[in-house]
């Protein structure tokens, strides 16, 4: 009967359905049909958001072994660099839903491009010398945090920097008595396009197949002939630069941001890699949304949980998947 | 095996070390230098046995400001609750260790089966949840603000510990026997003797064990010892000592708050010393939290003064502003790294067996 129930459940998608599961349980404690939906909204739109942030840290991780505690510093970076583009242009801001948007796509495209460049500089430079050492990784990584961070302080100060968004991107849209913030949809509709993306990448092409095949066997694609550094400093850029991105939007989602930042989405972040898998990007994903949707249906619902949720939501994970739900094959 | 030129250097720097932190009181006759000394005597405990974990057995934990937290709030809200007394410092004391225990407990026997990388996520997550915790229970603990209250009337800079013929302080070699002296030596005995505890363990069989665990675990469990086990016993341990040295270091402060107790930053700078100082040995942690702790109080008014030279130039200045200077630590950390894993105790003590 067990393995019935069990079969069944796997092919319909096992943990993959996690989600869904919770939404369906929450939708039955909450009660009130236009909260769930809003709550879900916002729910989806943080998972994906941290989605960005923590894919990278993923991707790093399944093809390197690599895990870089200073990933929060591109995040804080990315949040930081289209803020103050966005200030820049702000009078584009207001002349019309042409500027604004090119606007903002220049503000998220210098956060990328800011991001790829630090990867760069990040990889060669700070995690080439200690491959496969994890202590002198952790520590190294963490060295390098405190330096970005200290720089982040002395380049744009320690008080909270605001940060203007386009005007089509303000307001909520309301349907009957449902009402979504627009930036919320724009978040999730921007975390679902780059998902689809990476998918595309890892699946459908030449370099995605090396990738794949890099974190099975790294030694055999090099003996084969191809050359696997070059792999990892593009996948580490690829990671940097969809944190830094990540960063920009939960900049436009806070509207005032502080230093600390990164050191806070950070803990988020390592909390959805460890409960989706290491290595898997479905998996972070997974991670990414259940994370997202627990936060705002438990501080809807008991707000004074909030704090322990992810907690007590990793633990609980960990008792029953002790390497994370969907982990990459390794 | 006869003792090196490098060992012999450390173990007389170890002396001097010794010496000049009994001596702290008559030495420095000022209010900050005795709390340099104090402050140094409190991190040389907490950095040791930090370094149980990082580097006799390879350990990664971002915990070890939480356990130092819990025995500093253990001992905070029991003496706040429970007026100055011995009794309430024995009890917060009790208080913070069991909790200690509990916890440490738990996440070693959850996760210290996995990855070194995973364990050091999982610790990190769990203190950052403590410390939010420990602002919004503001009732308890004080929230941002901290609790401030009474220490044992002993440890008052008002009380006579020897009167002379006038019924005033009596003084030694200009020092004052009050009761601020009590409390610094109550702080120098207890690191003191922690820190030999600390010792005798890393030399008996147990510490054979670890450093076993550290450099092959696949071949300690094949040769019959049990790893998580005895990672989760010297997890225990040095949450343990860390939550003792939190409770000895609320007593001497007569404070506790995040920043002083619980804070990211304190995390930081326990890392700092470890490596600075030197990883798998002792005397590492000796001169890691010594060197570490100067540097706090002293190095930062020496950078404001760099910072005003160089104010004419762009972005200097603010690099070499005081509050920076976690920037070029953690840049002579990245180098430390690098080059001198060992750190300063390990490579000094490593050049004289090359020699």
Redesign the interface.
Same mark, same amino acid.
């Given at each position: 009967m067990m393995n019935k129930v069990s079969e069944t459940l796997g092919r319909l998608g096992g943990v993959n359905l996690l989600p869904l599961a919770l939404a369906a349980v929450a939708f039955v404690l909450i009660g009130a049909p236009s909260s769930w939906v809003t709550l879900t909204v916002a729910g989806l739109s943080m998972g994906m958001m941290v989605f960005l942030m923590a894919s990278g840290l993923s991707l790093v991780?399944g093809l390197m072994d690599v *895990?870089n505690?200073g990933h929060s510093a591109f995040i804080s970076f990315g949040a930081f660099v289209a803020a103050t583009v966005l200030a820049a242009l702000s009078t584009w801001l207001d002349g019309g839903w042409m500027l604004a948007s090119a606007a903002l796509a220049l503000a998220l495209l210098a956060a990328i491009a800011f991001g790829l460049a630090a990867g760069l500089f990040f990889e060669t430079v700070?995690i080439r010398? &200690?491959y496969r050492d994890?202590?002198?990784q952790? *520590?190294?990584t963490?060295? =390098?945090l405190? &330096?970005s961070?200290?720089?982040i302080? =002395? &380049?744009w100060g320690g008080t909270p920097v605001s940060v203007p968004r386009p005007a089509f991107l303000e307001g909520a849209w309301i349907v009957g008595d449902v009402s979504m913030e627009i930036y919320r949809l724009f978040a999730v509709g921007l975390g679902a396009a780059v998902f689809v993306g990476l998918m595309v990448l890892l699946n459908r092409t030449r370099i995605g197949l090396l990738i794949r095949a890099g974190v099975e066997n790294r030694e055999m694609v090099e003996a084969l002939g191809f050359k696997i550094n070059r792999l990892f400093i593009g996948v580490f850029m690829l990671g940097s630069a969809l944190a830094a991105l990540g960063g920009a939007m939960w900049a436009g989602y806070e509207t005032l941001i502080t230093p600390a930042l990164g050191?806070e989405m950070?803990?988020v972040v390592?909390?959805v &890699?460890?409960i989706g898998g *290491?290595g898997s990007i479905e998996g972070t994903l997974l991670g990414a949304i259940i994370v997202g949707l627990t936060a705002n249906y438990i501080g809807y619902l008991a707000p004074k949980l909030a704090? =322990?949720s992810?907690?007590i939501l990793?633990?609980a994970i *960990?008792?029953w998947r002790?390497?994370g739900l969907r982990p990459a094959v390794k | 095996m006869k003792p090196t030129y490098g060992t012999i250097a450390v173990k007389s720097a170890m002396l001097v070390i010794a010496a000049l932190l009994l001596f702290a009181p008559f030495l420095f006759q000022d209010i900050r230098a005795l709390e340099v000394a104090a402050r140094i005597c409190i991190f040389i405990v907490l950095v040791a046995s930090y370094d149980l974990l990082i580097g006799y057995t390879g350990i990664v934990s971002f915990a070890h400001t939480m356990f130092f937290g819990f025995g500093a709030y253990g001992s905070a809200i029991a003496l706040k609750q429970m007026g100055p007394g011995w009794e309430s410092v024995a009890l917060g004391t009790l208080a913070g260790v069991a909790l200690s225990l509990i916890v440490a407990t738990a996440i070693g026997l959850i996760s210290l089966r996995v990855k070194a990388i995973f364990f050091a996520m999982i610790t990190l997550a769990a203190a950052s949840v403590v410390l939010v915790l420990a602002s919004q229970l503001s009732q308890i603990t004080g929230g941002e603000d901290g609790i401030t209250y009474r220490t044992p009337d002993l440890f008052k800079t008002a009380t006579k510990l020897a009167v002379d013929e006038d019924g005033k302080v009596l003084r030694w070699f200009g020092v004052k026997l009050n009761g601020k002296l009590a409390a610094y030596y109550f702080v120098f005995v207890t690191s003191l003797v922690l820190f030999l505890v600390m010792l005798r363990i890393t030399v008996s069989p147990l510490g054979t064990v670890l450093k076993a665990i550290r450099e092959n675990e696949a071949r300690a469990e094949a040769i019959g010892y049990r790893v998580v086990a005895y990672r989760t016993f010297v997890f225990c341990l040095s949450a343990v000592v860390a939550s003792l040295a939190g409770s000895v270091y609320a007593v001497w402060l007569k404070y506790t708050g995040p920043d002083t107790a619980l804070s990211f930053a304190i995390m930081i700078d326990i890392l700092l010393m470890v490596v600075i100082g030197g990883m798998g040995t002792m005397w590492g942690a000796v001169i890691g939290a010594s060197l570490m702790v100067m540097a706090q109080y002293y190095l930062r008014d020496l950078m404001g003064a760099a910072s005003e030279a160089t104010a004419a130039l762009p972005l200097l200045p603010e690099l070499l502003a005081p509050d920076r200077w976690l920037f070029w630590l953690g840049i002579i950390f990245i180098l430390l790294v690098y080059f001198f894993p060992r750190g300063i105790a390990g490579t000094l003590m490593a050049r004289g067996q090359r020699a």
């Open positions: 991780f *895990l505690f700070i010398p &200690v994890h202590l002198r952790i *520590l190294i963490m060295g =390098a405190i &330096v961070e200290q720089i302080l =002395a &380049v050191g950070m803990i390592f909390i &890699v460890i *290491l704090l =322990a992810n907690m990793m633990m *960990l008792m002790p390497s | -």
